[in-house]
């Protein structure tokens, strides 16, 4: 009874120990992803296979898999789909690989007497060395996987496009650092798209060649300013405006200074120009599904374009292309980044804003299909059925090993494939 009950908890609580380990990742970025689990896998599960090296090969796969299936059934329920293949794929080879590593590095240094006795020693260092080896390959290979897995930051592509940038946010400059130039996560990620080119004067985008445009919660503009916008948009240019009416970025600058952004968006003379008319605010921080995106979206307005109310709109002038989304706060770092550290990271990312920016400014797209946790009673059913599948899991792993006899106590014949009986042969 003692040792079915020492086998239940060895199968049970590994995986457990796995799945909260990486569940706090899972969590700060709101992504369903195996592969947040991965660091946590090499880790306890190299120490698992050492411990359990003397348990037999099945205890050990049988953990392993229950650690893997908890975190996937989780994955699955609370992003409503089924993880990408490879991610699942690289996770369980992690586990695979570290649980043998580390079982090939604990099964002989424990050797019983008996096993040594029957073998000369220099026989019996060669194959202590071979197996360390081996277990240390595993291990490594491992860590490699763990470090150039399926999910990669993004690199800067060759060919990137020119991208004016003219806006009042704090985007290439840190704010606390009085005025010193920094540039914002949102820019660092769009410099591996396109060429960025800061720019304080509309009358400018001619001259300098540009065909994008972000015009980000821009400072009052000049009639003239607003008029060789349009043009340029006719002539062929693409524009993506964030017009904020109720902007919440924060700001340690006193109210009134110049250097603040403007609190309320004051392009409504060009935006009526196009068509656009402003409709009610979304006084609130909400998560939305836009064009295939995920966006964290902030006090934003709705605006309708004829007969369409929505908030992106697409609309073509002339040559050119408008894409108009009525909230600027969505590029403040706070609500697409989980560690301001690692823009290029889409394992930090807690929305899918860089990737939407990119498509929007026709920018080469960002790889990657991210699978983001739902509403909240997806996620507490995936945890739900994750746990009690791990528990059956151990159950059956426990009565599955008393009838094979595996799980023995250290020393035993059938730990090292029948030494003893070699010996009596």
């Not at 060649?209 to 003239?224: E, I, V």
């Not at 908030?311 to 609500?335: N, P, Q, S, T, W």
């Amino acid at each position: 009874m003692k040792a079915g009950l020492k086998r239940f908890l060895w199968l049970w609580l590994s995986p457990l120990g796995l799945f909260l380990a990486g569940l706090q990742r899972a969590f700060l970025t709101g992504q369903a992803d195996p592969w947040d689990w991965g660091l946590s896998a090499a880790l306890l599960l190299a120490m698992v296979g050492l411990l359990l090296s003397r348990r037999g090969w099945l205890m050990q796969v049988w953990v392993t898999l229950g650690g893997v299936g908890t975190v996937l059934i989780f994955c699955t329920l609370a992003a409503g789909r089924a993880p990408a293949p490879l991610a699942v794929a690289g996770f369980l080879a992690v586990a695979l690989l570290a649980t043998f590593g580390g079982a090939s590095l604990g099964s002989f240094p424990f050797a019983s007497s008996e096993v040594e006795k029957s073998q000369g020693s220099p026989m019996r260092f060669s194959a202590r060395s071979k197996r360390t080896g081996v277990g240390l390959s595993l291990l490594i290979l491992a860590a490699v996987l763990v470090w150039r897995g399926p999910a990669q930051p993004v690199r800067p592509v060759p060919a990137r496009p020119d991208l004016a940038v003219i806006t009042g946010l704090p985007l290439f400059w840190d704010e606390a650092g009085q005025g010193e130039p920094r540039d914002a996560p949102i820019v660092t990620l769009l410099r591996t798209r396109f060429t960025v080119i800061p720019m304080d004067n509309p009358l400018q985008l001619t001259g300098a060649g540009a065909r994008r445009l972000l015009l980000a919660q821009p400072r009052a503009l000049a009639p003239a300013q607003l008029v060789a916008i349009d043009q340029w948009v006719r002539d062929g240019g693409t524009i993506l405006v964030l017009a904020d009416p109720l902007l919440r970025w924060p700001s340690s600058l006193p109210l009134g200074d110049r250097r603040r952004a403007p609190s309320i968006s004051q392009l409504q003379p060009l935006l009526h120009h196009w068509g656009a008319a402003p409709l009610a605010i979304e006084d609130r921080e909400v998560r939305r599904i836009i064009d295939g995106d995920l966006l964290t979206l902030s006090g934003a307005q709705l605006y309708a374009m004829g007969d369409d109310r929505r908030i992106v709109h697409r609309k073509r002038l002339g040559r050119g292309e408008v894409v108009l989304l009525g909230d600027a706060d969505l590029i403040d770092d706070r609500l697409w980044l989980a560690d301001p550290a690692h823009p290029l990271d889409p394992r930090y990312w807690v929305a899918d804003t860089p990737a939407g920016l990119v498509r929007w400014l026709g920018g080469a797209a960002i790889a990657g299909d991210r699978r983001w946790m739902r509403e909240s009673r997806d996620v507490i059913r995936g945890l739900r059925w994750a746990l009690l599948a791990g528990m059956i899991w151990a159950m059956l792993g426990a009565i599955r090993l008393r009838r094979d006899g595996r799980g023995f106590s250290p020393g035993t014949e059938r730990e090292y494939g029948g030494a003893k009986d070699n010996k009596s042969g």
